[in-house]
C-alpha cells in the first residue's frame, strides 16, 4: 500500500492556484501458480474525529505469479487542499486480505 500527494496546477505559468489530492494504492502479491480469488476490506479512520469510519470491501482475483493492483482512489474523508499550507487530516487506512472460501487473513498492511 502506498499514499502519494499529487499537485495540480491551475495554469501552466503561475503556480499560485493548485490542488492537492491524496491518493492511495494497494498492490497484492500471488506467489503461486494459480489464481487467487480473495476478498479485499479496506478500513479508514481519522485520529482527530474518532466518530468517523469509513469501510468496504471488494472480491479481487491475484493473477499467478505476479502483483496485482487492488485498488486506487482518493485517501477516503481526506480533503482536497489548495494551499501547501494547510494541514492534512490524520487518517489511517487499514486493509486486509481475506481469503474468499473461509474468509482466512492472507495478508494486511496499514497506512497513515
Known amino acids: ?15 499560485a492556484h493548485l490542488t492537492i489530492t491524496s491518493r492511495l494504492e494497494i498492490w497484492g502479491a500471488n506467489s503461486t501458480l494459480e489464481p487467487k480469488r480473495a476478498t479485499l476490506q479496506v478500513m479508514s479512520f481519522d ?14 482475483t491475484l493473477a499467478p505469479n505476479a502483483s496485482t493492483e487492488l485498488w486506487r482512489g482518493k485517501v ?18 487499514s486493509a486486509r486480505l481475506l481469503d474468499e472460501q473461509d474468509r482466512a487473513v492472507l495478508g494486511r498492511h496499514s497506512n497513515w
Do not use: C, F, H
Request: hydrophobic share 30%; no cysteine; proline share 6%.
Open 76 to 93: 477516503p474523508g481526506q480533503l482536497v487542499r489548495t494551499r501547501e499550507s494547510q494541514v492534512p487530516k490524520t487518517i489511517v487506512v
Open 1 to 15: 500500500m502506498t499514499r502519494k500527494e499529487y499537485k495540480e496546477y491551475a495554469d501552466e505559468r503561475t503556480l
Open 47 to 60: 485520529l482527530e474525529r474518532p466518530d468517523w469510519r469509513d469501510q468496504w470491501e471488494t472480491n479481487v
